[in-house]
């Protein structure tokens, strides 16, 4: 059989961990992380990473495996991403890739693009700019230089903000013009699963899952982190609005009504990035797990 990597996707709260670990124990085989915020060992409770429980049932890769204060990004995980796959591949036919972070998983699925270096200076202005302008001013930049990009990357993400920025004004020409759209080869297919369900519902969950991660100790994890908030893997939905709140710019109950309203924008950006891909297989999110794995067994013969 060739080997086979199947990739669960779908917006935040949708139960894409507790699939990919049914079917993970279903094909005797281990699970890969293409989620960013997940991989930073002090970011447990804001993440949603797996329980002990669920990281104990199967073995999990990039979890935990990097420090806030280090430098990784989706370069470097692509690159690790492959290594690790061609372990695993040695030891099992089907690999379970479990995402929400759309960019991660074409990394590893379809490969990077292929940008030309721009002076360092550059991003080092933009990150200044940042801190003195706020993220508005460069998303303005952005919509004036690269429209198509204002429109289709994450704009509220300053690490994927400043990097098209950075390309639009070192080269003079936008940074969608150097988007190919031409897969790379891998030495593995790729079955694509998505979860879904009515939207409101998504939002519900989000909204349930917000107030958990309330429950669970998610302000004493933001007020621990509080000396690292200018990290970029801090600059992210769930910790920002606790950070504003600490430094007592909002009042708790405008920055837990923040945390869901980002995170609800955050699954609609997630769901069109996802419906990109025709030959994802879509079920809904309470679907019989017996039928998912029907559908897969049919796909892989």
Same mark, same amino acid.
Request: hydrophobic share 35%; with cysteine.
């Given at each position: 059989?060739?080997?086979?990597?199947?990739?669960?996707?779908?917006?935040?709260?949708?139960?894409?961990?507790?699939?990919?670990?049914?079917?993970?124990? *279903?094909?005797?085989?281990? @699970?890969?992380?293409?989620?960013?915020?997940?991989?930073?060992? #002090?970011?447990? +409770? &804001? $993440?949603?990473?797996?329980?002990?429980?669920?990281?104990?049932?199967?073995?999990?890769?990039?979890?935990?495996?990097?420090?806030?204060?280090?430098?990784?990004?989706?370069?470097?995980?692509?690159?690790?991403?492959?290594?690790?796959?061609?372990?695993?591949?040695?030891?099992?036919?089907?690999?379970?890739?479990?995402?929400?972070?759309?960019?991660?998983?074409?990394?590893?699925?379809?490969?990077?693009?292929?940008?030309?270096?721009?002076?360092?200076?550059?991003?080092?202005?933009?990150?200044?700019?940042?801190?003195?302008?706020?993220?508005?001013?460069?998303?303005?930049?952005?919509?004036?230089?690269?429209?198509?990009? *204002?429109?289709?990357?994450? @704009?509220?993400?300053?690490?994927?903000?400043?990097?098209?920025? #950075?390309?639009? +004004? &070192? $080269?003079?020409?936008?940074?969608?013009?150097?988007?190919?759209?031409?897969?790379?080869?891998?030495?593995?297919?790729?079955?694509?699963?998505?979860?879904?369900?009515?939207?409101?519902?998504?939002?519900?969950?989000?909204?349930?899952?917000?107030?958990?991660?309330?429950?669970?100790?998610?302000?004493?994890?933001?007020?621990?982190?509080?000396?690292?908030?200018?990290?970029?893997?801090?600059?992210?939905?769930?910790?920002?609005?606790?950070?504003?709140?600490?430094?007592?710019?909002?009042?708790?109950?405008?920055?837990?009504?923040?945390?869901?309203?980002?995170?609800?924008?955050?699954?609609?950006?997630?769901?069109?990035?996802?419906?990109?891909?025709?030959?994802?297989?879509?079920?809904?999110?309470?679907?019989?797990? #017996?039928?998912? +794995? &029907?559908?897969?067994?049919?796909?892989?013969?």
């Amino acid at each position: 059989m060739d080997k086979v990597l199947l990739s669960i996707v779908g917006p935040t709260a949708i139960g894409k961990t507790r699939l990919s670990i049914l079917l993970a124990q *279903y094909f005797k085989t281990e @699970i890969i992380s293409a989620d960013s915020r997940q991989f930073f060992k #002090e970011m447990q +409770i &804001g $993440t949603a990473a797996p329980t002990a429980e669920e990281l104990a049932a199967v073995p999990h890769h990039f979890i935990h495996h990097k420090s806030i204060i280090e430098n990784y990004n989706v370069g470097a995980f692509e690159k690790d991403a492959l290594s690790c796959l061609g372990d695993l591949f040695k030891k099992h036919d089907v690999v379970i890739m479990l995402g929400g972070s759309g960019l991660y998983v074409d990394a590893v699925t379809k490969g990077l693009d292929d940008f030309p270096d721009v002076d360092p200076k550059i991003r080092e202005t933009l990150n200044k700019r940042l801190k003195t302008d706020g993220l508005e001013f460069l998303q303005k930049q952005l919509k004036e230089k690269d429209p198509k990009s *204002y429109k289709n990357i994450a @704009i509220d993400n300053p690490h994927r903000l400043i990097r098209a920025l #950075e390309i639009c +004004i &070192g $080269t003079g020409k936008p940074y969608s013009s150097f988007l190919q759209n031409k897969n790379k080869e891998r030495p593995f297919k790729t079955l694509s699963i998505g979860l879904t369900a009515d939207r409101q519902l998504i939002y519900d969950r989000i909204n349930k899952r917000v107030d958990t991660m309330m429950d669970e100790g998610l302000l004493d994890e933001v007020k621990g982190l509080e000396k690292y908030k200018t990290e970029n893997a801090l600059n992210t939905v769930g910790y920002k609005e606790l950070f504003l709140y600490l430094k007592g710019e909002w009042d708790l109950e405008t920055a837990v009504s923040e945390i869901k309203k980002n995170s609800r924008r955050f699954a609609k950006r997630q769901l069109t990035w996802f419906k990109k891909n025709e030959a994802t297989l879509w079920f809904n999110y309470d679907a019989d797990p #017996e039928q998912i +794995i &029907g559908r897969i067994e049919q796909e892989l013969s």
